[in-house]
């Protein structure tokens, strides 16, 4: 066999390995993505977001690309009022990250500020990702 013969076959086989490569390296870092997991802590972030009169930092796990939980931090918050309040958060379980940063939550009667402060940690939070 010539020179340039073995050049080509072994041209030929690199394109060929290159293009199995390239064909397995994207999925396989698609289904790592779909697997990360995420915890966003805002307790430094939204120092200043302040329900009735204390801050109300949270945690957000999302895991593939929803949002797994998000759970109240300790707070200065009257408690009586801040357990009522911290029930906001479980309406942002499931949804991707898009969905809960266009969601209309609803505060809890009674626990208005402590509520919407809630929330707010949890928008900023997830407002994060998108920088």
Do not use: R, W
């Amino acid at each position: 066999m010539k020179k340039s013969s073995k050049i080509l076959i072994a041209v030929v086989a690199l394109i060929a390995l290159a293009s199995v490569v390239f064909a397995v390296i994207p999925a396989f870092a698609q289904k790592n993505k779909a697997d990360e997991k995420i915890v966003i802590d805002t307790t430094e972030l939204c120092k200043d977001v302040l329900g009735h009169h204390a801050a109300t930092p949270v945690e957000i796990t999302i895991v593939g690309g929803k949002i797994e939980s998000v759970v109240a931090l300790p707070s200065e918050e009257t408690p009586s009022f801040y357990q009522n309040a911290v029930k906001v958060l479980d309406a942002f379980k499931g949804m991707t990250v898009k969905e809960a940063l266009q969601a209309d939550v609803d505060a809890v009667s009674g626990a208005t500020m402590s509520s919407d402060a809630l929330i707010e940690n949890v928008k900023a939070g997830l407002k994060t990702l998108q920088k």
